[in-house]
């Protein structure tokens, strides 16, 4: 059974098209007038084994948190999709991945009760290129809130902006990709309710 989805958001403020293959290879194209985004974003397909198509334009002379929060809000709603029913995957997923100095740490769960946790005292107040690091969580906030999961992030430790933000999207991509993994001979949705 195919896991992919297609979703396209179009506001006053953004136009967004997004296709996803949860079962892929980590190909990606992608294109925002966010080049840090960007950046995340290959990160995200690459490490977390899915084939990534996003096409996004945005108010960005406002500043890029629309565009940012929309593109996760699109990523969330591509995954809830190909997830479809959730029958036979893991649901659970948690990585840690360090970047030179840096560690992060992200935990998963594909559960249904959109939730976030975001640790990130050594993320320090300031950008990184014309990327404001506060938009960082503003990204799992909107990924959380439409794929419906649980989503804890821990920047353990670290000093350059760069590598802390980069090591919490490895985390995250490789979280993700643990998490909706479908188990071997597994065939039920994973939870005592027989729904999620």
Same mark, same amino acid.
């Given at each position: 059974?195919?896991?992919?989805? +297609?979703?396209?958001?179009?506001?006053?403020?953004?136009?967004?098209?997004?296709? +996803?293959? +949860?079962?892929?290879? #980590? /190909?990606?194209?992608?294109?925002?007038? &966010?080049?840090?985004?960007?950046?995340?974003?290959?990160?995200?397909?690459?490490?977390?084994?899915? *084939?990534?198509?996003?096409?996004?334009?945005?108010? &960005?002379?406002? $500043? /890029?948190?629309?565009?940012?929060?929309?593109?996760?809000?699109?990523?969330?709603?591509?995954?809830?999709?190909?997830?479809? $029913?959730?029958?036979?995957?893991?649901?659970? #997923? /948690? %990585?840690?991945?360090?970047? *030179?100095? @840096?560690?992060?740490?992200?935990? !998963?769960? %594909?559960?249904?009760?959109?939730?976030?946790?975001?640790?990130?005292?050594?993320?320090?107040?300031?950008?990184?290129? $014309?990327?404001?690091?506060?938009? !960082?969580? $503003?990204? %799992?906030?909107?990924? @959380?809130?439409? =794929?419906? =999961?649980?989503?804890?992030?821990?920047?353990?430790?670290?000093?350059?902006?760069?590598?802390?933000?980069?090591?919490?999207?490895? /985390?995250?991509?490789?979280?993700?990709?643990? =998490?909706?993994?479908?188990?071997?001979?597994?065939?039920? &949705?994973?939870?005592?309710?027989?729904? +999620?």
């Amino acid at each position: 059974m195919s896991r992919k989805a +297609l979703v396209e958001r179009k506001t006053k403020e953004t136009q967004i098209r997004l296709s +996803l293959n +949860l079962d892929g290879t #980590g /190909a990606s194209q992608i294109e925002s007038p &966010v080049p840090f985004l960007n950046h995340m974003m290959q990160q995200v397909a690459v490490h977390g084994g899915m *084939d990534l198509e996003l096409k996004a334009q945005g108010d &960005v002379e406002v $500043d /890029a948190h629309h565009t940012v929060e929309d593109v996760a809000i699109c990523l969330g709603e591509a995954v809830k999709q190909a997830l479809g $029913d959730k029958k036979g995957i893991v649901r659970y #997923g /948690a %990585f840690s991945v360090p970047l *030179d100095e @840096a560690l992060s740490r992200v935990t !998963v769960d %594909f559960g249904g009760r959109p939730y976030v946790v975001f640790q990130a005292e050594c993320l320090k107040p300031g950008r990184i290129g $014309d990327f404001d690091v506060e938009l !960082v969580r $503003d990204f %799992f906030q909107g990924f @959380a809130n439409h =794929a419906l =999961a649980n989503v804890h992030v821990h920047a353990e430790y670290g000093e350059n902006r760069h590598h802390i933000v980069e090591s919490m999207f490895k /985390a995250f991509a490789r979280a993700v990709r643990s =998490a909706v993994r479908r188990e071997e001979g597994a065939s039920a &949705v994973p939870s005592t309710k027989g729904t +999620l």
